[in-house]
């Protein structure tokens, strides 16, 4: 009776590692697929931006992304934009140095 016992909670405990195991790497490839499928018309304040990835689906573009962690996309062919990644660039190689 011991054994039988022993043996539905062991399947039990197995059951909950394989959900929970299954449901994690899900979660975690959802947010690696972030696109940019709408893109922001407004300038965004440079002060606030603390990194940037380059886009390239559904179009190209650029996601800039805030000290709050907020992601924005934008137009990747505006002068602004291109003024933003090199500054945001600049502040990273004086942070190794």
């Known amino acids: 009776m011991k054994l039988h016992t022993a043996a539905i909670l062991l399947l039990f405990w197995l059951a909950i590692f394989t959900v ?8 975690s490839q959802s947010m690696q697929k972030f696109s940019c499928a709408v893109l922001s018309p407004k300038r965004l304040n440079i002060r606030n931006l603390v990194s940037y990835e ?6 190209e573009a650029i996601m800039f992304i805030t000290a709050g962690g907020i992601k924005i ?4 062919n505006q002068k602004w934009v291109e003024t933003a990644m090199k500054i945001i660039d600049g502040r990273r190689t004086a942070k190794r140095k």
């Open 20 to 27: 929970h195991t299954v449901k994690g790497s899900a979660s």
């Open 54 to 59: 380059k886009k390239q689906v559904p179009t």
């Open 73 to 76: 996309c934008v137009s990747a």
